[in-house]
């Protein structure tokens, strides 16, 4: 047998299984029309988790959702596949949102479903991409073999200034108190 060939055999064995090939990282607004956006509208963002076949002892990544949205830190939660709510981290900065689970205290993800849900509010007029940070997306299955094939989807807003906004008066018409 050629180097060549024993190294491909290690490189492949090294992968790990492919059972777990098209694990996809869903992000939905639910019913909100994300291209009718107001400044001062809230909306809940839900993390599924879909294509998995076998256990993920770590899943995570960071959602970039621009400077035209705010993140309510208070509202990151831990949603039904996760089986133990502890495992999961979350981190809130400048315009990001990071989701880390790691099955350090309780068992591994065994099921696809809602991995988390956050809430935004829009604050600012414009118009953007809720998506996840390059090379931020990871997972590991039971064996802590690394996964590769894990893909995401982007979530497209406009926001306008609507009727939630009070606007500038003219400088004569304003209070010279």
Do not use: K
Request: proline content about 5%; glycine content about 10%.
């Amino acid at each position: 047998m050629s180097t060549f060939r024993v190294f491909c055999l290690i490189v492949l064995a090294s992968v790990g299984s492919l059972a777990h090939a098209g694990v996809m990282l869903d992000m939905n607004a639910g019913g909100t029309d994300l291209t009718a956006l107001e400044v001062g509208d809230s909306f809940t963002v839900t993390v599924d988790l879909s294509g998995l076949t076998g256990e993920l002892a770590s899943l995570g990544g960071t959602i970039d959702v621009t400077s035209l949205l705010t993140v309510d830190p208070t509202s990151l939660t831990a949603e039904a596949i996760v089986p133990d709510p502890t495992d999961l981290v979350f981190g809130v900065f400048a315009n990001e949102v990071d989701a880390q689970f790691l099955a350090s205290s309780g068992p591994n993800i065994t099921s696809n479903g809602e991995f988390y849900s956050f809430e935004l509010t829009a604050s600012a007029v414009g118009s953007g991409t809720i998506a996840y940070v390059p090379f931020t997306v990871f997972a590991e299955d039971e064996n802590f073999t690394p996964i590769f094939d894990i893909t995401t989807n982007t979530l497209d807003f406009t926001v306008s200034a609507g009727g939630n906004v009070v606007p500038d008066l003219p400088r004569w018409q304003r209070s010279r108190c």
